[in-house]
């Protein structure tokens, strides 16, 4: 007879990864069920009796399972293929411990979905897509490096170019998100396309846009020990550095605080 194992389990509704309750803090139920895993069987071949357990609506090609501890806010991105005897040994999972195995999308499967959404939405939806998005990125680490990873800021650009102050805004925003996060900040500073829009917007005629820029500009320039880089980022394309610009005496990162204050 298989051994079984017990664990509190539970879903994020993110069919729709634009959903604002798609997050760990919504999971579904909001009483975690108790689901008995077998032992020495993968995952992959488990899933589908958890999909219909817990009533999820994903379809079953593009599940996703975690493990969840919520007192340390620690994620596990737990491997489809392993059994849990083998997930229990390496991760140090313990049924009796206080962690959920969490069902959701496939990280790819949403970071596909945003970023083709994105580049097709019009109106209202796109709006409510870049809205979004600050939020998603401030949840969800994992999401960020995936999105900058698969182009996304890229994506971002495309449609900054060819958007209203709300809509450069609401990507500004979203944009300061990802620079929260080391690995996002680099993935910011290595977008060359990036950096010339945003010093493109530097000249906007909206002053709230040309304030969000600078000040974005700001920390990149006080994240990188040297400013080189950036300068070199914004001149590929014939683009003066704004450390060209600097006045004698004045470090960059003063240069980018001052204008922010000239457009408060």
């Not at 579904?28 to 008995?36: A, G, L, N």
């Not at 069902?103 to 979905?113: A, G, M, N, Q």
């Not at 994105?118 to 897509?129: H, I, P, S, V």
């Amino acid at each position: 007879m298989s051994t079984t194992n017990e664990f509190r389990v539970q879903y994020i509704d993110d069919v729709d990864p634009f959903n604002v309750l798609a997050s760990l803090k919504h999971a579904e139920p909001t009483v975690p069920k108790r689901y008995s895993f077998i032992a020495d069987t993968s995952l992959c071949d488990q899933v589908a009796g958890l999909k219909r357990f817990l009533r999820a609506p994903h379809k079953i090609d593009v599940m996703a399972l975690l493990y969840y501890k919520r007192e340390e806010n620690e994620v596990k991105q737990l491997d489809m293929e392993a059994t849990l005897s083998e997930l229990m040994l390496e991760h140090g999972i313990v049924p009796e411990k206080a962690g959920t195995i969490v069902l959701r999308t496939k990280l790819s499967v949403r970071v596909h979905t945003i970023i083709e959404t994105l580049l097709n939405a019009e109106g209202t939806k796109l709006r409510q897509a870049l809205f979004s998005l600050k939020r998603m990125f401030q949840d969800d680490e994992d999401l960020v490096l995936e999105f900058v990873y698969n182009q996304g800021l890229n994506a971002l650009v495309n449609v900054g170019k060819d958007s209203d102050q709300t809509f450069q805004q609401y990507i500004i925003k979203a944009l300061g998100e990802v620079a929260v996060y080391v690995d996002g900040m680099n993935g910011l500073m290595e977008c060359n396309e990036l950096i010339q829009w945003l010093y493109v917007l530097t000249e906007s005629k909206a002053r709230t846009v040309v304030k969000a820029a600078l000040e974005l500009l700001v920390v990149f320039v006080n994240y990188s020990e040297q400013s080189d880089s950036l300068g070199t980022n914004m001149s590929a394309k014939g683009m003066d550095s704004p450390r060209m610009n600097s006045p004698e005496g004045q470090s960059t990162p003063l240069v980018f605080k001052n204008a922010v204050n000239i457009v408060s």
